[in-house]
């Protein structure tokens, strides 16, 4: 059951956390592509693969190499500058990068001058220290790289990702996020977090579908 707290939209769940949960049962790295907006406050049934709603399939995972040339880490203060609510977003509750939310993760990934890349800083909390919540903070920066944002919409079509280790409660994490190129609607991104030594934490790679 996703609880609605981890909301996207406002009557679904965020892509990432909802990736994310799946992931944990099929194992570290993974790759989950949704199928359906992930239902609220419902009953869902894995099968050990793929994720139902009764009998709509939600989402489906595999096992996964994720391999990715990763832009070099921003420091804390490059990506606390860069940082910048989206006041714009269609989503503003969403759990990951809604400026509406204080429970959130709050993670408003913006451009860095004379990087292609976006970033946002991320602090834990104590109890955001699961698999889940990584793959959600791999989730939203994605978005934001791919450029979209600002002349449509986007959702998170596919998501996959590796996680080295947790961050640590207090962590004074950075994300960023790049783009990995564009095929008409659909839209690419690499996306990684880094602990405070600079060391990797986890990264993504997703697929960004632009609405109609």
Partial sequence: MIDSRFRGPAASGNGGYTCGLVAACVGNPAEVTLRLPPPLERPLRFDGRRL???EALVAEAQSAEVELDVPAPVSFEEANRAAEPDLRSPFPECFV????????????AGAVPGRAVVAAPWIPAE????LEFVWAALDCPGAYATGVPGRGTVVLGRLAARVDRLPRAGEGCVVIGWSLG?????HH?????FGEAGDLIGVGRALWIEAK
């Fill in 52 to 54: 139902w709603d009764d």
């Fill in 127 to 130: 109890d955001l220290l699961a």
């Fill in 182 to 186: 564009d095929d008409g609607r659909k």
């Fill in 97 to 108: 990068c809604g400026h509406e939310r204080a429970d959130g993760l709050r993670i408003f």
């Fill in 189 to 193: 991104a690499g996306t990684a977090l």
